[in-house]
């Protein structure tokens, strides 16, 4: 009887969970819930004897929190990106993240400082970085928006 799943539903027809069919039962008998679909299993007790839930409804609304933040990883960037290289605008090579301010100079983990990029255009900026710093020159990439690339 745990096995089963059952559909558990808000009091305005949104999904909420699956729970086992011994806590639907629960819920059922004590009022807290009432079936909208039955499967055809069939429960019996010596004085009862009624179709198994598919799906119940509860009888008063529960809250819900709503994650309004999107998870900052490397899948979330290659789409915010649309899978395109920030440099070169190449799509379909093995693409990376990249840091238009490295970390090694203060630039932070965030989503105005994080692009996706591939590889060749990685290795390029790292010698360019690598030929400023040895020409002593001071430019410094600028930060991409939120609303356009980053052309560095």
């Known amino acids: 009887m745990n096995e089963i799943a059952v559909l558990v539903l808000n009091f305005t ?9 011994k ?13 909208v679909e039955a499967s055809p299993r069939v429960v019996r007790s ?13 009888a008063a609304y529960i809250r819900k929190p ?16 649309g899978y395109t290289c ?8 093995k ?21 996706a990029a591939c590889l060749r255009a990685t290795c390029s900026r790292a ?7 040895a020409s002593g020159s001071s430019a410094s990439p600028r930060i991409r928006s939120s609303s356009s690339p980053c052309i560095c």
Do not use: M
């Open 13 to 21: 027809y949104e999904p909420l969970h699956f729970t086992n069919a």
């Open 23 to 35: 806590r639907a039962i629960t819920l059922l008998l004590s009022g807290k819930a009432e079936s």
């Open 46 to 58: 010596p004085s009862r004897s009624f179709n198994l839930p598919a799906v119940i409804r509860l």
């Open 66 to 81: 709503l994650l309004e933040r999107v998870a900052f990883n490397k899948k979330n960037i290659l789409r915010r990106d």
């Open 86 to 93: 920030q440099y070169c605008s190449r799509r379909g090579e």
């Open 95 to 115: 693409l990376t993240v990249d840091h238009v301010i490295p970390r090694s100079r203060g630039g932070q983990t965030t989503w105005t400082n994080v692009v």
């Open 127 to 133: 010698t360019a970085r690598w030929r400023r710093c």
